[in-house]
């Protein structure tokens, strides 16, 4: 299984963040772009589905959508961010993802620890880059 | 001892640091109000430091440095430093930190490293510290995690020794 893109979207639906993972043309990365924007839709939908009465909130939210050569995945934060993953064949197991967005979400959480990054703003933390890396890369 | 959660410590202090930066603007003003905070911070704290630690009297500045490094630091901030680079006569030494319970998670923003000197607090703390107990010293970073550098090391320098003046004399 690998991962071809992770991505961090912000609570008003901003791009916070996305990285191709295996080198990709200026084209494959605006496709990028357009197949997370796509998932957005599909991860509001199923959070307005989910909140009924009594049932607790799951953060990971499984798979979005398939295209023909990878499928989406989504992680939704209790503060609204969004975490997206667009992986390849073969699909991968539901405890696999949720303990990569588990990661995923950890190096978050580091990154909007430090005083100096702005709640919002676009990440550009070098320690990010590489935290992501160590874990699209050890899958 | 009572112990605090060191998450909380981190995000308090590097709050105060990003405020002051966009308060002043100036990193120079910032490095400067940090030593000025730490200093009174640590003409309060020797005083539980002496009496929380009970240690005897230190010998030499030797001694000091090394009670700072390995009590003091780990009374305060839970970490050990090590004292080397001592020059010849003695009076100068490095504190080497390997891990910062002040830097964790700290990333600078572009154009503050090499200015920034985010723990300058510290040197304030032992510079007021020192000062209660008659030692002058200057204190600076010569290295930083923040910068990019393996370690932390703080430039320890002894400039004088005041005199142990007691507040009565003796022939009363």
């Known amino acids: 299984m690998t991962i071809t893109c992770a991505a961090v979207v912000g609570r008003a639906n901003n791009p916070l963040y996305l990285e191709a993972c295996k080198p990709a043309s200026d084209e494959e990365v605006l496709k990028y772009h357009y197949v997370v924007h796509c998932a957005l839709d599909t991860v509001e939908e199923k959070v307005a589905l989910r909140t009924q009465p009594g049932e607790i909130a799951d953060s990971y939210l499984g798979m979005l959508y398939p295209t023909e050569d990878h499928k989406v995945y989504g992680y939704v934060s209790n503060t609204s961010i969004k975490f997206i993953f667009v992986v390849e064949e073969p699909a991968p197991k539901d405890e696999d993802m949720r303990a990569l967005f588990k990661r995923f979400h950890a190096a978050f959480i580091d990154v909007v620890s430090n005083p100096f990054y702005e709640i919002g703003q676009p990440i550009t933390s070098t320690s990010f880059d590489a935290s992501v890396r160590t874990i699209v890369t050890t899958v | 001892m009572e112990t605090m959660n060191a998450e909380i410590f981190?995000?308090?202090?590097?709050?105060?640091?990003?405020?002051?930066?966009?308060?002043?603007?100036?990193?120079?003003?910032?490095?400067?109000?940090?030593?000025?905070?730490?200093?009174?911070?640590?003409?309060?704290?020797?005083?539980?430091?002496?009496?929380?630690?009970?240690?005897?009297?230190?010998?030499?500045?030797?001694?000091?440095?090394?009670?700072?490094?390995?009590?003091?630091?780990?009374?305060?901030?839970?970490?050990?430093?090590?004292?080397?680079?001592?020059?010849?006569?003695?009076?100068?030494?490095?504190?080497?930190?390997?891990?910062?319970?002040?830097?964790?998670?700290?990333?600078?923003?572009?154009?503050?490293?090499?200015?920034?000197?985010?723990?300058?607090?510290?040197?304030?703390?032992?510079?007021?510290?020192?000062?209660?107990?008659?030692?002058?010293?200057?204190?600076?970073?010569?290295?930083?995690?923040?910068?990019?550098?393996?370690?932390?090391?703080?430039?320890?320098?002894?400039?004088?020794?005041?005199?142990?003046?007691?507040?009565?004399?003796?022939?009363?």
């Open chain 2, 10 to 172: 981190t995000l308090t202090y590097g709050s105060m640091v990003r405020q002051l930066l966009v308060d002043t603007e100036d990193v120079e003003e910032v490095n400067k109000q940090l030593d000025k905070m730490g200093y009174n911070i640590g003409v309060r704290l020797i005083d539980e430091f002496l009496a929380k630690s009970k240690i005897n009297k230190c010998v030499d500045f030797r001694d000091s440095a090394e009670k700072l490094a390995k009590v003091g630091f780990k009374m305060f901030l839970n970490t050990t430093a090590s004292v080397t680079s001592w020059n010849a006569e003695g009076t100068e030494c490095s504190l080497i930190l390997e891990d910062n319970p002040m830097t964790d998670f700290v990333e600078l923003p572009e154009g503050c490293s090499r200015k920034l000197r985010y723990c300058n607090l510290l040197c304030g703390v032992i510079r007021g510290a020192l000062r209660m107990v008659n030692l002058n010293v200057s204190c600076n970073f010569v290295q930083d995690v923040l910068w990019d550098d393996p370690v932390s090391e703080l430039r320890l320098k002894l400039i004088s020794t005041g005199a142990e003046n007691y507040p009565f004399k003796d022939d009363d």
